[in-house]
């Protein structure tokens, strides 16, 4: 039973209760560095190094619902810290490791966090920001044996001084567990908050969707940076004591293969984009793996194309599912599963509970095979319960007893979902959602530029690509030079998955009257379309 005496603690949940359902020996997690290190942890190693951080957290003064942030790539202090501060019942955030200093400044600043762990190689974007982030009390460095400065810390040094025991106080259901970072269309990024009963769906869709079963080996390729990579590459294999592998280096074809092959993978969760890059490979090329101990493919965080599908049937001799949610979400809504005979293109189908819809701007139900606002019934274990500090944006969510997704789609016949895209200018890169504002903001830092306007466009591998267009102050030409500096900015100051693949040069950036960019006027023009109704542009 995953609940027990109305303990709703997920880093207990993942740690504490698998050694007492007699998961104390058997192997959470192998990590597989990208030197080819290795390391492997028990859930018993799990529990200690997760209490001995639970511990460190409550010894340095943070309390239930203060805000701890993790800066790292994939290692496995990521795994301990995350479990530890979610034992302590302290709000944990995490961070990609490529986010520059104004992506740092944005979300650490917004949600006033007080403590970040990190490595000393990322610690100088967090100290050109320091002086503006008031409530940062405390840095912990993974990789320094000795104390830096008095609020800079070693965190091998405090593990050694920390006790493995730690009793997890009772969490109730509805007590604040983890925050993720979304981008929007138009201001700065918003803090998704969950709550810990979020482990009840993301349980269940772990055992029921993914199908993972006791003797699986998993691998969630996702980036804990990524809500996929804290829901499903942590909280709902561990709900269940299933053992991951975690693999920290990058995208590689034959790295990648040789990860499904050796380490004898059953269950593999993973992106469109990198299945894309994938079917760059000859037939061939798979022929020189053993992957026949590959048992399901699951796919998120963009539309699945129908090829990759057909690409997978011939090379795999497996069906990819492709599995539909959001940040806000918290856990997989509608997909597509084993059970459910799939239909290449489509997202699949809601699970049982959950109660989609498709509606008009009005919020009127469209009937079937009519494109639509995708909207769902407020209620879910995993729904996020605020955006941090902005309950108007929060409330805005809302409307006549739906949540709308900010996703248009629409329902076939059969009750299938096909997403068609998104109802704003949000743009899906290889998964990651990238703020167009933030980009914009950006390029206007450089002296060279004085407007900006950002869009999506589609791209064969990414599924959309980031697309700049600008206008010079006078005096200064566009040169192979300044477009370098563009996006070495862009990439430092935001990330470099928001660095623009194109760039185009114009006169103005066409804008309402009230000074709104209209990027659909843009994207009209890149893609040599109608731009329909001008008539709101300034004159």
């Known amino acids: 039973m995953l609940i027990r005496n109305n ?14 359902l007699g998961h104390s020996g058997k192997l959470a997690m192998k990590w597989l560095g990208p030197r080819g290190e290795k390391a492997s942890f028990t859930f018993e190693d799990l529990n200690q190094q997760s209490s001995r951080f639970a511990n460190i957290l409550g010894s340095l003064g943070f309390a239930p619902g203060d805000v701890f942030f993790i800066f790292l790539p994939k290692i496995p202090e990521v795994y301990f810290a995350f479990l530890g501060t979610l034992k302590a019942r302290v709000i944990v955030g995490t961070l990609f490791s490529n986010f520059g200093d104004e992506a740092l400044l944005d979300r650490l600043g917004d ?31 993974v990789d320094v044996d000795d104390h830096p400065a008095g609020d800079i810390l070693s965190l091998p040094k405090l593990l050694a001084e920390s006790s493995p025991q730690f009793a997890t106080p009772l969490t109730p259901p509805e007590t604040p567990s983890v925050l993720h970072y979304t981008s929007g269309s138009t201001g700065k990024p918003k803090g998704a908050l969950h709550r810990h009963r979020s482990v009840a769906l993301q349980h269940r869709t772990a055992r029921d969707v993914l199908c993972l079963q006791p003797d699986d080996r998993y ?8 809500v996929t990579g804290t829901s499903y590459g942590i909280i709902g294999p561990w709900s269940l004591g299933i053992s ?24 593999w969760y993973t992106a469109p984009t990198a299945l894309r890059m994938l079917m760059r490979q000859e037939p061939a090329f798979f022929s020189r793996y053993d992957l026949s101990r590959l048992r399901h493919i699951f796919s998120v965080g963009e539309p699945l194309n129908p090829e990759i599908v057909h ?29 459910l005979p799939v239909r290449p293109g489509s997202m699949g189908r809601p699970l049982d509970g959950i109660e989609a819809g498709i509606l008009a701007d009005d919020g009127a ?22 955006y941090y500090g902005h309950d108007d944006i929060y409330q805005q969510k809302f409307r006549q007893g739906w949540y709308w997704t900010g996703d248009t789609a629409r329902r076939d016949d059969e009750g299938y979902y096909w997403f068609m895209g998104r109802s704003d200018d949000v743009i899906n890169t290889a998964g990651h ?23 999506a466009a589609p791209d064969a591998l990414l599924f959309e690509k980031v697309v700049a ?40 950036i066409p804008k309402t009257k009230s000074g709104k960019i209209m990027r659909r006027v843009l994207k009209a023009r890149y893609l040599g379309m109608d731009a329909g109704d001008v008539s709101a542009l300034e004159i």
């Open 7 to 20: 303990q709703f603690n997920v880093g207990h949940i993942c740690t504490c209760l698998q050694c007492e």
């Open 111 to 141: 949600c006033r966090a007080k403590g970040v762990l990190t490595r000393k190689s990322y610690l100088k974007k967090l100290l050109r920001i320091r002086d503006k982030l008031p409530a940062l009390r405390r840095i912990l460095l």
């Open 219 to 226: 691998w969630c390729t996702a980036d804990h940076g990524w």
């Open 244 to 267: 991951q592998i975690h693999y920290g280096g990058v995208f590689d074809p034959a790295r990648w293969s040789e990860v499904l092959q050796d380490e004898r993978i059953t269950v």
């Open 311 to 339: 690409w997978g049937r011939k090379i795999f001799g497996k069906e990819i599912h492709d599995t539909w949610w959001q940040t806000e979400t918290g856990a997989i809504l509608i997909a597509n599963r084993p059970g």
């Open 365 to 386: 139900p469209l009937p079937n095979n009519e494109q639509g606002n995708l909207c769902l019934r407020p209620g879910w274990d995993s729904m996020f319960i605020a």
């Open 433 to 455: 959602l990238v703020s167009p504002f933030e980009v914009e903001s950006a390029l206007l830092e450089l002296e060279a530029i004085a407007e900006s306007g950002v869009i």
């Open 469 to 508: 267009y600008v206008a010079l102050r006078e005096g200064f030409v566009w040169d192979g030079d300044l477009e370098l500096t563009a996006r070495l900015h862009v990439s430092n100051r935001v990330s470099t998955m928001a660095t623009p693949q194109e760039f185009f040069v114009v006169d103005s």
